[in-house]
């Protein structure tokens, strides 16, 4: 099983950057697709975005595409998400997670179809 931690989460105004880490334990690691999912107060946890096993393939939810970008280092077992030109919207508590599938085809959007998670870290946009 993987275990996930999630990490780069914090304060920031309108328009800024951050990038969120997701480092993974197990063996598998690098063979299962991984997301990010986020939660904002009052609101489901919804897809943000998704990597291929093999980095080759990316997915990303309309409201942050061209500002958002999902990359992973398999030789170091993490996975990164690059938030640029952050918005208040964007505020919630962000999750990484990994699918079962190993060496899948199809990138996972549904919450569903990923099995581990990590435990989450807040972001915070000011405006």
């Known amino acids: 099983q993987v275990q996930l931690v999630e990490s780069g989460g914090g304060l920031v105004q309108a328009g800024g950057s951050l990038r969120l880490s997701c480092a993974g334990s197990?063996?598998?690691?690098?063979?299962?697709?991984m997301g990010w999912f986020r939660q904002a107060p009052g609101k489901e946890r919804e897809f943000v975005a998704a990597?291929?096993?093999?980095?080759?393939?990316?997915d990303y939810a309309d409201s942050v595409k061209g500002r958002f970008t999902i990359s992973r280092d398999n030789a170091k077992n993490t996975v990164y998400l690059q938030m640029n030109g952050l918005k208040p919207e964007d505020t919630a508590v962000y999750y990484c997670?990994?699918?079962?599938?190993?060496?899948?085809?199809?990138?996972?959007?549904?919450?569903?179809?990923?099995?581990?998670w990590g435990q989450g870290t807040q972001v915070t946009v000011s405006s």
């Open positions: 997670a990994s699918e079962s599938e190993i060496w899948g085809t199809r990138l996972k959007t549904r919450e569903a179809e990923y099995v581990n």
């Open positions: 197990g063996r598998t690691f690098s063979n299962n697709g």
């Open positions: 990597i291929s096993w093999s980095g080759g393939s990316t």
